[in-house]
Every structure is written in structure tokens, then in C-alpha cells.
């Protein structure tokens, strides 16, 4: 088995393992029940630790690519699968029992705890004097108090359509609506373009608000993985075909919660898919200006010549979470399903935070905010990426781009629930992998978000994670030592 690894580079070498030894056996290189190197004998002629080679062998295994049997080694599975599965007669994932977002909130609530959990801006960043005096203006204004248009106030639409030019988007202010946040766009693209019942695609692992959506009107959900910014495009062409999706839902620029970007020649190979099956793909440019390296990939948007992405961002990010304000960019034949969805959820978003807005964007505050924020962030993630070498190095973790989060795997057989709760007790707060996925995968991982804690203060929060860590890691020499004593009689 021949494996070419970089070892500069944003991809995990386990990834790298998995995504490379998957190839070789869906182009036949490697055949039906082909037996693996052994894990002490490929980890010594790559230089690397048993460990990487367990997970990325623990990780092919969750896969159904390869089966491990004690004693006899790692085969690969006859009639591995390729197509991600949905079952069209179970019920939806239980998201809203679960409450994903509402326990991250109520996380943040809780002065005693030190939360990697939510993705949330620093506060000591918004601008609130700018926004001060642009309310301050515009409430001398007429009309501010009142409802305004459905389409969003033209002023703001026209600084947002010189915004996204930024982001290599050429758009007519006509073609935009504005929304409350990128939440509230998931929410009216998928009530005006899906039915209850449709199947619609997800990388994966995956912002949770879209799967706490798409169980709210009892959609299918299938996952497609991204393996550290590739896209398995075979495993999305499968999808296709099987379940014929009316949508997919994407952050391709500085994913939530991996912070890793689609490459172009993956976008374009996305976009000619929706081309060829005809299914409108939903951009999610949340962190698109949020970029932590010296350029950023242009939007996908920005690709597309034949009307196939609707496109959302916000706000929220990159200037303040209070001010839920977004904007949906789409074919114009797309827009009056859109806009009626729009009105029949909120009319209207507030004209008053809307003109706001368009006079902090018009007197050109936003580009030195980002700088100074960018700044800030980018001392943060790097703070964390060491902290976590220093203090977890059994774990593997993505090398964000942009964003304000990382995705962090948790050696095999470490527990993500009990993992979670043991940190909880220890002050840490963290967001568990499972709330990621729209399905189950049997290694432990969680999403760290970097942007509201100081350095300090991330260094002590994965200290105790290391605690915690080493912790775990210890149960089962502890349990193998206890059943390995004389046994006696239970009386």
C-alpha cells in the first residue's frame, strides 16, 4: 500500500491516510478482503505514531470500507459502501429534542464556566460607537421607525451590493432580500425551494442550525464528508443519483466548525453536479470576510453562471450578533418564492438597524474594523494550535483558515459524551461532535470556537482539557488492571 503524505499541510496525516487508502480501494488498487499493513509496521515506515494509524484505521472501519478482526489484522471490506444512505421511513434526527443551539446559549450564560462551545465574536470588538452615531443619524431621518420594504431598505442593499464584490460577486441590489442573520436565510431557502419530506445534502461535519431546520419540516438528511476541505464529490455524485436532492447546504469558505475551505477546482466540480442534477446549492458565506490568512477564496457565487447558488451571509460575525442582520442573494426567478417566505416569517427586518448599517458601511468603518478583528483572531487561533500541541498532542485537530473555530478529534476510544460532561465538571464548556452530523460516527470529536477568549484564557481552558484528557485515556489500563486481579467471590 503506497501512501504519499505531506506533513505541511492544513489536512491531518490520519486524514490523509483515510482520504488516500479510500481512493485506492474505490479505483481497485486495493481489492475485496486486501489485508492492511499492520498498525506497528506502517506507523514505523512512515514515521509515525501507532496512534495516527489506529485512529485513521479506526476512521476507515466507521466508513464500512475495512473490517479489523484481533488476532488476524485489517481487511477490506467486500462491496464497501460509496453511497451515503438515507432511510427514507425513519423519523427525522430528534435536533429539536436535543436543543443544540439553545444549550450552546445557555452555556454562555453561565459566568463560572470557561466555554470553547459557542462561535461567537469577541465582545470587546464591536463598534459601538460607530453604531452609536450611525443610529443617532439616521433616527433624524424619516421613515426609520417605519416597516420599510420587504426586499430589505434600497440604501442598505446598495452598500451590500459594493460589499460583495469583495467576495468576487457582481450582484444588482435587485437581486438581494435582506434577512435577520444567515439563519433566517437557511430557514427561507429551504421553506420556498423544499418540500416536508425532501432529501437534502450536507457536508459533513455541518453547521447544526440547518439540521435543527431540516427536521423541523421532516426532511432527509444525507451527509457528504469533508475530509479537511475536500469534498468526497464521488460520494456527492452518488447521493445524486440515489436520492435525487433538491438542495445542499455548504459553508465552501472558512467552514463551521472546521475552518477549512473548499479548494476551486472542488467548487467548480460542485457547481456543474447542480448543473447536471439540477439542485440548488445553498451558500452559507457567514465567515467569508473573516479571513485569517493573506487572500481568501472567492465566493462560490461567484462561479456560477447558471443560476444554481442561492447565496446567504451576516453580520453577526464579523461586526456584532444584536444587530441580526443578513443578506440572500439569488436568481431572479427564484426571488418571489423567497421574498413571500420572507414576509410571511417577520414582514420585514428593522428598518432602523438596516439604515443604521448602510451608514457605518457607507462612511467606510467596516474595512478597518475587519483588519483590527482579523488581527485579534488570528493571535487567538494560533494561541489555541499551540495550547492544544502543548496539552492534548494525541488528539488531531484542522488548521483553520478563517472563522472563528477548529475541529478537534478525540483519540479512539475516548467517549465524546463522557469526555464532554468530565469537562463540563472541570469548568470547560465545549461543543460535542454529534451536534455536527447528521449521523452517528463512533470517534469522539468537538468544534473549539477561539474568538471570545484571550490567549491566557485559552491556554488555561486546554490545559484542563488536557487534564481531562489524560484521564480518559487512562480508564482502560485501569480497567484492564482491575480484571486482570484474582477474582473472588461477589458475596
Not at 447544526?208 to 431540516?214: D, F, N, S
Not at 469548568?427 to 452517528?440: D, K, N, S, T, Y
Amino acid at each position: 500500500m503506497q501512501l504519499e503524505l505531506e506533513r505541511h499541510t492544513a489536512v491531518p496525516i490520519y486524514r490523509q491516510i483515510v482520504n488516500q487508502v479510500r481512493g485506492q480501494i474505490q479505483d481497485g488498487t486495493l481489492r475485496d478482503g486486501a489485508r492492511l499493513p499492520p498498525v506497528r509496521r506502517l506507523a514505523a515506515e512512515c514515521g509515525l505514531t501507532r496512534l495516527t494509524v489506529h485512529s485513521a484505521y479506526a476512521e476507515l472501519q466507521a466508513e464500512g470500507l475495512v473490517e479489523s478482526h484481533v488476532g488476524r489484522g485489517t481487511f477490506v471490506t467486500a462491496g464497501a459502501p460509496t453511497v451515503p444512505s438515507v432511510d427514507r421511513h425513519a423519523q427525522p434526527a430528534p435536533w429539536i429534542s436535543q436543543g443544540v443551539l439553545a444549550n450552546l446559549l445557555r452555556w454562555s450564560e453561565r459566568g463560572d464556566l470557561l466555554s470553547f462551545a459557542q462561535a461567537f465574536p469577541a465582545p470587546e470588538t464591536y463598534p459601538t460607537e460607530e453604531l452609536g452615531r450611525a443610529l443617532q443619524s439616521v433616527l433624524m431621518e424619516g421613515g426609520a421607525l417605519g416597516y420599510g420594504h420587504i426586499q430589505g431598505e434600497p440604501d442598505l442593499r446598495d452598500e451590500l451590493a459594493t460589499l460583495l464584490l469583495q467576495r468576487g460577486m457582481s450582484v444588482a441590489p435587485d437581486h438581494m432580500l435582506v434577512t435577520s442573520g444567515a439563519q433566517q436565510g437557511i430557514d427561507i431557502a429551504l421553506r420556498a425551494l423544499t418540500e416536508p419530506g425532501d432529501v437534502i445534502l450536507v457536508e459533513e461535519p455541518v453547521y447544526p442550525g440547518v439540521l435543527e431546520l431540516a427536521a423541523l419540516r421532516g426532511q432527509r438528511v444525507v451527509g457528504i464528508p469533508n475530509d479537511g476541505g475536500t469534498l468526497r464529490l464521488d460520494a456527492l455524485e452518488a447521493a445524486c443519483s440515489a436520492h435525487d436532492p433538491r438542495l445542499l447546504y455548504l459553508v465552501p469558505t472558512y467552514n463551521n466548525p472546521t475552518g477549512i475551505s473548499l479548494s476551486r477546482e472542488c467548487r467548480e466540480a460542485v457547481l456543474r453536479l447542480a448543473h447536471a442534477h439540477t439542485f440548488v446549492v445553498l451558500e452559507d458565506d457567514t465567515y467569508g470576510l473573516l479571513g485569517l490568512e493573506p487572500s481568501a477564496p472567492a465566493a462560490l457565487h461567484s462561479l456560477d453562471r447558471n443560476e444554481r447558488v442561492v447565496y446567504i451571509t451576516s453580520f453577526s460575525k464579523m461586526l456584532a450578533p444584536a444587530l441580526r442582520l443578513g443578506v440572500l442573494v439569488a436568481p431572479v426567478p427564484l426571488l418571489p418564492a423567497l421574498a413571500a417566505a420572507k414576509q410571511s416569517s417577520d414582514l420585514v427586518c428593522s428598518a432602523l438597524l438596516q439604515r443604521a448599517l448602510a451608514h457605518y458601511l457607507r462612511e467606510g468603518h467596516l474595512s478597518t474594523h475587519l483588519s483590527r478583528v482579523r488581527g485579534i483572531y488570528l493571535k487567538r487561533r494560533d494561541a489555541m494550535l499551540q495550547a492544544l500541541q502543548r496539552h492534548v498532542p494525541q488528539c488531531t485537530w484542522t488548521i483553520p483558515e478563517g472563522g472563528l473555530s477548529l475541529w478537534l478529534d478525540l483519540p479512539p476510544g475516548v467517549i465524546e459524551q463522557d469526555f464532554t460532561a468530565d469537562a463540563l465538571r472541570h469548568g470547560v464548556g465545549l461543543a460535542p461532535g454529534a451536534a455536527f452530523l447528521p449521523r452517528p460516527r463512533p470517534q469522539g470529536a468537538m468544534r473549539l470556537s477561539f474568538g471570545v477568549h484571550s490567549p491566557e484564557r485559552i491556554e488555561a481552558g486546554m490545559a484542563a482539557l488536557g487534564r481531562v484528557l489524560a484521564s480518559h485515556l487512562q480508564r482502560p489500563a485501569m480497567m484492564e488492571s482491575l480484571s486482570s486481579g484474582a477474582a473472588g467471590p461477589l458475596v
